[in-house]
């Protein structure tokens, strides 16, 4: 077993941890205080070959997997989590294109983004359809040679500036519930009747849009249509591939906010001593430390396993536990962290009110806390995760 990252991870996460530290970590609270697209970081992300990172080198890409993926979105999200999300969209929506698309849908679509010329989104919820997947109303009509998109999709990330959207929608009756009348369409920015509704106003994660997309009779051709009719399974496969690469997102938010915090109690004194002096506050230090390193075993592991196609339902429990750990342990960290600070964490002198907002996302995205800990017990239930 080893535990060692190679060389060439090594190496990358060395060079990412640099550039967050010098370019993204000074751009944070700007890019949350007037919520616009950090382009000069996309920029920087393209220029790193960071786009590509979890894409083929055959396709254009640096061929590191989703573990060299998340490697550098830990990196990332210990200052800014909606950079983070931006390396994110490099494998979200290109998933199912990885998994299933055809060589010329590959080339066409996911190349483009792996070499930064393109970006996209993912849609599958909708208004009345977040984690009830089969309720989706999204209607995909067939005639001709083309199919016809009616529907609304919500919280899509990156969806001002995708060129193009990888989009879930009913090919069988809208009332159906059986998973062949779901299937995964690209459609392009520029096709007529397509349009972005309403932009949210989030929490926190801002910087990056979300929002909704208008399907107004899109005419999309065959040829996008992503593997086959019935796609529910790929849009599962895709999800489940994510998990540590969201996962990662919390550990870098959970390091991030608990570094700041050591730095702050280590300064700071009360009682002619430092905060850091206090036994109380070295237990919750050490507590949180050693959850952060179990979280990033968990992650680690759930990469590589997805990165030997490890992302079906016999390993679900596994992926699952390393989402809604990191994740929930992001909120944790940043609530205790905001602790240590008193009054003073409370104020946008320091950046851990902005970990607090942004980590709470990342218990709902790609799979609620509630979603994994079911997929985790049916894991259990089904002996797909058992001890003997």
């Known amino acids: 077993m080893q535990f060692d990252l190679s060389p060439e991870l090594a190496e990358l996460q060395a060079t ?46 640096a061929g590191a997997g989703i573990f060299g993926l998340a490697l550098a979105i830990e990196e990332v999200a210990k200052y800014s989590n909606a950079a983070a999300l931006m390396l994110l969209l490099t494998r979200l929506p290109t998933g199912p294109l990885l998994i299933a698309g055809s060589e010329e849908q590959q080339r066409r679509f996911v190349t483009p983004v792996a070499t930064g010329a393109a970006r996209a989104a993912f849609g599958l919820s909708e208004p009345q359809a977040g984690s009830d997947v089969m309720g989706i109303r999204t209607r995909a009509r067939r005639d001709g040679d083309d199919f016809v998109l009616t529907g609304t999709k919500c919280w899509m990330s990156g969806i001002r500036q995708a060129d193009w959207y990888c989009v879930f929608a009913k090919t069988g009756p809208v009332e159906s519930r059986a998973h062949d009348s779901v299937s995964a369409f690209v459609v392009e920015r520029d096709r007529p009747g397509l349009s972005v509704g309403t932009i949210d106003r989030k929490m926190g994660v801002k910087g990056v849009d979300t929002g909704e997309l208008l399907l107004d009779d899109v005419r999309v051709p065959a040829e996008n249509v992503v593997g086959e009719i019935g796609g529910f399974r790929l849009a599962m496969l895709g ?24 730095k702050y109690v280590q300064e700071r004194r009360a009682f002619d001593r430092t905060i850091a002096d206090f036994q109380g506050i070295q237990w919750k230090i050490a507590e949180l430390a050693t959850e952060i390193e179990a979280a990033r075993l968990l992650t680690y592991r759930a990469a590589w396993m997805a990165d030997r ?9 596994f992926l699952s536990m390393a989402k809604y750990y990191a994740t929930e342990l992001g909120v944790k960290v940043s609530g205790e962290a905001l602790q240590m600070l008193g009054a003073a964490g409370y104020m946008k002198d320091h950046p851990l009110e902005l970990y607090y907002r942004d980590a709470k ?27 003997d």
């Open 239 to 262: 999800l489940n591939a994510m998990r540590p690469i969201v996962a990662a997102r919390g550990i870098g938010l959970a390091e991030g906010a608990l570094m700041y915090a050591v």
């Open 309 to 317: 196609g490890q992302f079906t339902k016999e390993s679900v429990p």
């Open 361 to 387: 996302q990342l218990t709902i995205v790609e799979g609620t806390t509630q979603i994994q800990l079911g997929l985790i017990a049916r894991g259990v239930l089904d002996r797909d995760l058992w001890w």
């Open 16 to 61: 990412v941890r640099k550039l967050a530290q010098e370019r993204i970590a000074p751009r944070a609270r700007q890019i949350d205080e007037t919520d616009e697209y950090p382009q000069d970081l996309y920029d920087l992300f393209v220029d790193a070959g960071l786009t590509g990172l979890c894409v083929p080198e055959e396709l254009g890409g």
